[in-house]
């Protein structure tokens, strides 16, 4: 069994119900979410060891978002209770030719305004096989920031496994701001999430090449870079949208031993796609092994994750590993 | 004007709205079906004196399920109050690429654990010119099975028509129990809803021959069993899976004087697909005439009501002729 | 800016959620709504200066009516309160093959009983440019037809815009009587909203030539009632109903410079399809400019705004320009 | 078994949820209801037969009202459908030192506006042995009201049993129009609900004496009028309003003999008012035998029938015999 | 006719439905709020011109705040759109026993971070005859702290009459902090809405002697305060807790002339507490007239506002002149 | 800190919203409760290690049952998954005069079929202080009720402190079930929640002796319990039902020591009264302390933590130690 370990922002996350707009609803549906809650939460139902490290504050709705993650019987030994205000989200959801909309209220968070010695690196990491951390938690806060450069390294040293996912997210920082975090942390992480333009242009992994094709671009650029650091491979998504409620969604997956697997396509409705892309990563985490180099059935794997993700309610892939290889069969309909 | 009773089985169904999970849900909508009683609504619906016996727990449950069906004008004289459980089940509906699942608590409700001298064949039948029974009441209880199978034969004894539709359940009973209920009604029954596997592996109606395609099979068992039984007419619907909420739906009608007809094909999305094989029985039985022969006309009809009932939210199809006729004629849009 | 002034009824709204029939739900949702109210606000969403005329009853009714409006901006200075009835609606979201559905009740609303003297010509056209009115107001009653027909004319005078919807309801009145109220109209307004069957049978401009196609039919009538009135333009829309849920939309524009122009055409799934036809007409409004004769860019325009509005819940076009822009453009997905 | 009838309208009613005003609501809750409706409900669900006849609209509105009556098993053989509109009322619920407040859109209903012919006074009489008639019927319309006078009278004729309750409602006729019509029922009926104002104003029994008392004066009137017409009893009910969510009702009882009975005094709170009276009348009417003379045992049940009214959502009384007599023994808290 | 104006915060307020708390919630009634607009909207209400100055963030939550009020027809003229946040706050509405329960997330918004010159005083000021300042307007930030205090400087010597409720909130600032930015503005005011407290600790009035009673303390004071200001009348509200759902509310009226009075006392069911004092603000105000010192009429008008808003979901006074004097008259009940 | 463990059912509760009866709703609120589940988890949320045992279906209904208990951070490890039904129960809430009325579906639940070997003594009791059990367990199947014996005696083996809920349920078993059973486990508790009739009745320590009131009673018999078994103190609540929704709760201690305490008494009303019982036994458990005697302290936190639920919807006592404390000292109103 591995042993997980992430942490980040949970936030309280406000829906109008039934495609309203923001402008005319008069109720707003809660759950919780945040990029590694999510993926904590989704491997935890794939039936993992997963430890989370946040900070809520001590109020109702920080308790909530503590019970939110605690229910899927995640560790939350090293989350500390404290700070003012759990970060919000609204998430308008568009149909058809109407895009959705989301809108954020997380600036002065809890986890946000951490400070450095609020955490220890030493319970978040013991006992555990994997670290995964995304490029968010890197971009909340100063404290945060440097706290989670030095937990990778220290899981490096310590010998886990460590994941990474870019999420830029351009409302949170800028490309040079990113790059200057995400730089310090590239060298170390085995397992990484990205697009050629997170690699290139915010990694600083350029080949000076010409390429004819944005494949082979993305080959080259890749190659080079696992040649010149830690990582194994590289995984990514590509979302093709028909529409607001109707996309394509596909995989490729890049490895430092020349493997290169692009999924196939699935074309599907969506109920609710945020978090998508960290079922993703939860799914592929789930059955990627390193040492068996299993890359494409985990590239595979997590695509259904993040495609079965669109269906569901809320940030979180509410499946287990049946609910996925039913959907890699192609099983649809009703089951009694 | 026909005289149609039926019985069976009213559970209270439970379905998270928004197409939440159940493991999510925090309300659920009530509403009350069983395959018996929603073809009783349907032809009510449709003008015709329908008659209804099942046996109800004399609580709120109950006292709601039995005013479901009232509210349609349904005779319950045959119905009695008594018993401690009404089933229920809980339907949660998926989207595009997740499926729908079913969770079924019934096994020990008041019709299942029906005694048979509780009902009375003579009240049930009495001034009825059809019977419609369903392979579900067969399966639900040792006493029922015999109450029904007895009341089979006594309205063929009376001259009734008789409608049966096989609606095998693999979570209600194996294939033998099956074979072994159904078996003992088949041979009185006039008007059959079956697909191949129905009639050749539960039926028992084997030909011992090879067919080329599986049409020429069906037509060759259904043929066969025609021939030796009084079974004049067989009619089954075909789906197909887009996705979990977009459907293709036609129906063939197979009948002893050797017509074969398999009707036009319906693409439709998907608000409630429960009950919408009860639609296409009912809608069928609504037009169908033994004597005209019509039966053409009668299998697009009942296709057509169990394609709209795709659209309704319950088990229960809630519409009328116009209804019907307006879909068979194509009209979508907007009435003002 | 442009200063718009227009007049008729709004009238409450009630809608089953979730797709429900009208026969089994158990709540509605509340919103407010009319062809004319519908304009008004969707211009004021583009931050024009809108006044709105009507007559709503003193109870809470007429004041959640009221209120509905003046929460956009909206000029009610000619509005007045009085009367017993708020007219109703109630709209049945029928899905896929299933057709929608309204039922009214608004014959004996204050609107339509009102009197002709309540109303003041002056009042209304008072520093406007430009008047809009609908064949639904015209339909209402005897003195709102009268002081309507008066207001076009006394706004022609002024030297206003004035731009004329058919907006022909078979349920409010017969061909015969819209004939003659909306003949004494048509003389006066610039910019029409018709199809062929408005101006030729209703206008009653027919030219009595034969034409091979119904394109040039269309554009032999147009012409004919251009070249005979003050209209310097004629739009419309063409809806194709491939389902209740999935429509596509495109539109067309005849000018009495001969400029004939087709749009293009959107396909889309509809969350919510009444009022899209003001949409069309309040979204080309904003940008038509008789002068600059931007035909081309206001039916685009106008055409974005119609198929954006089938997705908003309620009547009304919720967006701004932007979001038409955005549309025009092809974004969909997720904004983040 | 009592064999009831009765006549008049039932509407669509739309309450906001959970206390609020119609001015800030978004969603109305649906049901049905109108007095006689409800008394004819309240009826069947104590066990005894009952029809009904109204005039209601061929469309889901008025279909809907009919399922809402059928449900309960109320025989609605001379019930029509016809005409185009289904009354609507909306109650606002007030709380504590805030009133509740109803507002009415009943005037043009399809019953209100039904012509004589329309309804039979064979059908509706035949068969029974009660007639209850409410003075809101007879100031619906005019044919209505004619109509309703001659049942009345040929009831009388045929030996049923006639209750009548005054019901005044100043918003729809005046105390003058009142009189002229109920005058004409007065002389006919046994039972009646009246407070002395009907009787003494409206029904025109005066005696000229003056009075020490209001109790004394009641008692004066009353009995002039039983001594001076076919009228056994009558009956009514005292609120006291200690705020708007809670009050104390008691009733009365005056019969030909010179019985004159007040009930004891309950103090309770109110979840929904409307339809109380009725449940009075009903439960009454449930024990009332004018044989048996046991006008103490049916004033006292029929208290208590109002009294659990007013805890239940709605205008009808969801009760049974038992729910009563609970009452009336005073249990409280919760059944386990 | 008053023109009032008045300046703060307008927040959303998320309210779990049904007494839930926010640890349980899976939804949240949205409704917009803030001391000084619940002014604001009440005065509209009555029928006064006011306008209202904000800072709201240019998202669809700016833009719904912007609608809450504008549809009461307030003018916003002053009001800019900008900024990233609108403050939000959480209602737990407790019961009986059970305390409510308030959590803020309003420091980092659009209106507390201002700039000085953002705002004009002159736009805010003209024409208008009363100026309402609330001490929370003081604690959000440092440049509308001074904004405001030069607001009520410039409104003083332009003749306004101005009104100031001190509103002291612990979690915004701390005592000193308030009498600090108070003691600057309190020369200015007319008529103050203020406890004892507020007058002797924040306000720095205290007379130095010692008083038997508290009422003797606080005519002492407010005397003392009204002798050495330009304040004319000193109101407050006392609150007796029987328990969370059920106060009793008096206030009291001191005025610079020697008038004491204390209103009668209402004891009353709450079904939502929130902006009740400014309901008793914005009724008083509504009927206060300085120059006919009606001091006493517009106290117990204005305890009946507040007191009537206790009964209405949202933090406004959704009421007009009559439903106030209904209750200064004692009716409860229903209105029908 | 204590460490408890516990066993039982726990159910899906099935609420209509709104006080509606069950034969009315059309939606129903779900959580999760049952007696000793909803102690374990007030008990975690007052900070204690517990255990929780129970069998539950492995399907959505059974998962969320689950997740309802571990968001509370308890210890499920004995918990097992497989069987098919997950237990429901409906509660209609009454008000006022109108009772509530719970309706169960508990029967054949996968906890009532539980076999003795399924669960583990040993795996139960591992690290254990406390152990509490009710008499529901002991109620629902023979082998649960075996294995729960056999628990109790290892656990007076293994020197944990046993407490102890007669929690008698006339649904569930006769008295002379439950005497037999009970009296098996009576000998080995040392903490007793019980009325006299449990004591005497189904216990069967009778004294033979007669007593002038029933305070005396209670005594005799309880000190003859207690002299005779190794109880150390007995606790019970006394209700007085006003009305459905308006309570007084008190309660009373009893110990070896002759320690004779009843508590203060509180009135207060009704949102949600199921679990009231266990929050009491929860409140004192968290307090008291068998070695400090502090059963006064003991009983009347117990008391407040029972009052509390009463305001909190669902069966669980959602509140903290500070919560309970507010409440002891008598705060009440609104916290900002």
Chains 1, 2, 3, 4, 5, 6 share one sequence.
Request: proline residues 2%.
């Amino acid at each position: 069994m591995k042993k997980f370990v992430t942490l980040g922002e949970i936030m309280q996350r406000l829906t109008p119900p039934n495609h309203d707009k923001l402008e005319q609803c008069t109720s707003l549906n809660v759950t919780y979410g945040g990029s590694e809650a999510n993926i904590a939460i989704a491997l935890a139902n794939f039936g993992h060891d997963v430890r989370f490290a946040t900070k809520l504050p001590n109020n109702p709705l920080g308790v909530a978002a503590y019970r939110s993650l605690r229910q899927y019987g995640i560790d939350l030994s090293p989350t500390i209770m404290g700070g003012d205000i759990l970060g919000t989200y609204y998430v308008e959801v568009g149909h058809s030719i109407r895009s959705s909309n989301v809108v954020y209220n997380r600036k002065h968070s809890a986890i946000a305004n951490i400070k450095y010695d609020e955490l220890s690196l030493t319970d978040i990491l013991k006992d555990r096989t994997h670290l995964h951390v995304s490029g968010i938690t890197l971009a909340l806060g100063e404290d945060l920031k440097n706290f989670t450069i030095d937990l990778v390294k220290k899981a490096f040293d310590l010998g886990l496994i460590i994941s990474f996912d870019f999420n830029y997210r351009a409302k949170l920082w800028t490309v040079e701001e990113a790059a200057q975090a995400i730089r310090q942390v590239l060298p170390y992480v085995h397992i990484v999430f990205a697009s050629l333009y997170d690699i290139e242009t915010i990694g600083g992994y350029t080949t000076g090449e010409e390429y004819a094709t944005v494949e082979a671009h993305r080959q080259g650029v890749f190659t080079h870079f696992m040649n010149h650091s830690n990582c194994k491979c590289i995984f990514g998504t590509m979302r093709e949208q028909h529409s607001t409620h109707q996309n394509s969604l596909s995989a490729y997956c890049y490895t430092a031993e020349g493997l290169v697997h692009y999924t196939k396509k699935y074309t599907f409705e969506i109920v609710d796609r945020v978090g998508a892309g960290d079922a993703f990563v939860a799914g592929l985490m789930n059955v990627l092994n390193l040492e068996e180099q299993n890359y494409v059935e985990a590239v595979e794997y997590g695509l259904a994750s993040g495609v079965l993700k669109h269906t569901i309610n809320g940030d979180v892939l509410i499946a287990n590993d049946s609910d996925i290889k039913d959907l890699c069969n192609g099983s649809v309909g009703m089951k009694r």
